[in-house]
């Protein structure tokens, strides 16, 4: 992600140059390539610009750093920390099965912005929540878990693949017929503090 932030400054930086330059120099727009100038500062560059701030700030987003940056996640970060390895996202974090810049959003792949247009709407529910509106005391997820965020990794996995019991229910686990959750069900423990 440096490349793109060091590449949306020297665009932002060519814009203002460009602007610049037609602003000290209006006479400049009187010919043609003056007037492809101007439009290339006025329009073309400021949209690149803001097209390229855009996805940096997606991407961004999608990092664990900025989902325990509200009040309300820290807890779910600390759960990240906890000693118990029966915890999925503890074990998982600890673990290195998944990458710590975007645990996150590595199991939970639906959400806000990256989902469907309901889970885009539902995040700009989360940003006036978090902002203006009342927090809820207890944080639920709007539907159900999906194997599909669990299966993304381990299908194939042969830990996954050589255990009996994942071959009894594989047919139930890819139809979302039986959870994943229903064995491995010590996720997120919101409130119990990291063990030194």
Same mark, same amino acid.
């Given at each position: 992600?440096?490349?793109?932030?060091?590449?949306?400054?020297?665009?932002?930086?060519?814009?203002?140059?460009?602007?610049?330059?037609?602003?000290?120099?209006?006479?400049?727009?009187?010919?043609?390539?003056?007037?492809?100038?101007?439009?290339?500062?006025?329009?073309?560059?400021?949209?690149?610009?803001?097209?390229?701030?855009?996805?940096?700030?997606?991407?961004?987003?999608?990092?664990?750093?900025?989902?325990?940056?509200?009040?309300?996640?820290?807890?779910?970060?600390?759960?990240?920390?906890?000693?118990?390895?029966?915890?999925?996202?503890?074990?998982?974090?600890?673990?290195?099965?998944?990458?710590?810049?975007?645990?996150?959003?590595?199991?939970?792949?639906?959400?806000?912005?990256?989902? @469907?247009?309901?889970?885009?709407?539902?995040?700009?529910? !989360?940003?006036? $929540?978090?902002?203006? +509106? %009342?927090? /809820?005391?207890?944080i639920e997820l709007y539907q159900p878990y999906n194997n599909r965020e669990c299966l993304h990794c381990h299908a194939g996995a042969r830990s996954f693949e050589e255990s009996?019991?994942?071959?009894?229910?594989?047919?139930?686990? @890819?139809?979302?017929?039986?959870?994943?959750?229903?064995? !491995?069900?010590? $996720?997120?423990?919101? +409130? %119990?503090? /990291?063990?030194?």
């Amino acid at each position: 992600m440096p490349y793109l932030e060091e590449g949306l400054v020297a665009v932002v930086l060519v814009a203002i140059a460009l602007v610049a330059l037609i602003v000290l120099r209006p006479g400049l727009t009187a010919t043609r390539g003056g007037k492809i100038l101007a439009f290339l500062g006025l329009a073309v560059i400021p949209a690149l610009a803001t097209a390229m701030g855009l996805s940096a700030h997606i991407e961004h987003s999608k990092t664990t750093e900025f989902c325990l940056s509200c009040h309300v996640m820290e807890p779910y970060g600390k759960s990240l920390q906890l000693d118990d390895p029966t915890a999925l996202p503890a074990s998982h974090f600890q673990n290195r099965r998944i990458d710590r810049e975007h645990a996150c959003f590595t199991c939970h792949t639906t959400y806000t912005m990256f989902g @469907d247009t309901k889970a885009k709407l539902t995040g700009l529910k !989360h940003v006036y $929540v978090n902002y203006i +509106g %009342e927090i /809820p005391k207890k944080i639920e997820l709007y539907q159900p878990y999906n194997n599909r965020e669990c299966l993304h990794c381990h299908a194939g996995a042969r830990s996954f693949e050589e255990s009996e019991m994942h071959k009894e229910m594989r047919t139930d686990l @890819d139809s979302n017929t039986t959870s994943c959750l229903e064995c !491995h069900d010590v $996720v997120h423990q919101v +409130g %119990e503090e /990291p063990q030194p």
